[in-house]
């Protein structure tokens, strides 16, 4: 199975502050990777998917890039609404989720 | 506007089943893998199980056994249930939508379920 991890657990952060995500596949997943933001008591929303597109109505400060193994997601200039919990996720079954990182307010 | 709305019990005792529902407004059922995820309070995401229009579902095999997704497409509607449960299934259960590219672009709101003695 397909395993993913992401880096760092948590990210502490001012907004304004550029934020970096890190996910690792263990082994090669292509372009096939998304991400996800998901704020206390929500579902998960989609942001990303096939590692670098921006789903439906999301701000131009969300990227996606990488492909392989490893895929970063880039929040340019925080909102204090971004202050949230990241997934990583692939396509394969049934691991498909990655642990998270959570970016928090320093 | 395509939503999910989901509905089912929230407490259950160990060794009951657990039943929800997710339907879908505003949209078909189409070319989706209509997916069941799971999320233990403070911990990530697990898929439990995906069903298309067909009828055709697929399980994780770590639930052994325990999980029948079903659909009912004159309702626009599919269902989980899952048998034999325990405290560790208490979680957050959501529906999903899943695309052909492998991701989910719509998601139900999550029931809590809780199972306790």
């Known amino acids: 199975d397909i395993v993913l991890t992401q880096s760092p657990a948590t990210l502490s952060l001012s907004p304004g502050e550029r934020a970096t995500l890190s996910c690792r596949a263990s082994?090669?997943?292509?372009?096939?990777l998304a991400w996800y933001q998901q704020k206390p008591g929500q579902a998960p929303r989609l942001l990303i998917y096939?590692?670098?597109n921006r789903a439906t109505d999301i701000p131009a400060r969300f990227s996606g890039s990488g492909s392989g193994t490893d895929f970063t997601l880039t929040i340019s200039s925080l909102e204090p609404e971004d202050f949230a919990v990241y997934f990583c996720?692939?396509?394969?079954?049934?691991?498909?989720f990655g642990p998270g990182t959570k970016v928090e307010i320093k | 506007q395509v939503q999910l709305q989901q509905w089912g019990a929230g407490l259950l005792k160990p060794s009951e089943t657990l039943s929800l529902t997710c339907a879908v407004y505003?949209?078909?059922?189409?070319?989706?893998?209509w997916t069941w995820i799971r999320q233990p309070p403070g911990k990530g995401l697990e898929c439990i199980g995906e069903?298309?229009?067909?009828?055709?579902?697929n399980y994780n095999p770590s639930l052994k056994g325990r999980v029948t997704i079903s659909v009912d497409t004159s309702k626009n509607q599919f269902s989980l249930r899952l048998s034999s449960v325990t405290a560790a299934d208490t979680a957050v259960y959501y529906c999903?939508?899943?695309?052909?590219?492998?991701?989910?672009?719509?998601w139900g709101r999550g029931t809590l379920v809780t199972v306790s003695s």
């Open positions: 505003g949209g078909s059922f189409g070319d989706y893998y």
């Open positions: 096939d590692a670098s």
């Open positions: 082994q090669s997943i292509s372009s096939s």
């Open positions: 996720q692939q396509p394969n079954k049934w691991t498909r």
């Open positions: 069903i298309n229009h067909s009828g055709n579902s």
């Open positions: 999903a939508r899943g695309r052909v590219s492998g991701d989910f672009d719509l």
